[in-house]
């Protein structure tokens, strides 16, 4: 059970680490939302802060 936590814990480090982040604009161009892993869970997205993005 130990090896597959670090294996876990390993496999989550390199995915943050090898660039998993990125933005999207919203349809104006004048606001961006942050996100980690996938632009579903953007924080920023959810609250709907920018308004809708550019598809």
């Known amino acids: 059970m130990k090896n597959v936590l670090r294996i876990s814990v390993l496999g989550l480090a390199l995915s943050i680490l090898s660039g998993c982040t990125g933005s999207v604009y919203n349809k104006q161009k ?4 942050d996100y980690l892993l996938v632009p579903a869970i953007s924080i920023s997205k959810m609250i709907g802060s920018c308004g809708p993005v550019d598809k």
């Open 30 to 33: 004048n606001c961006t939302y």
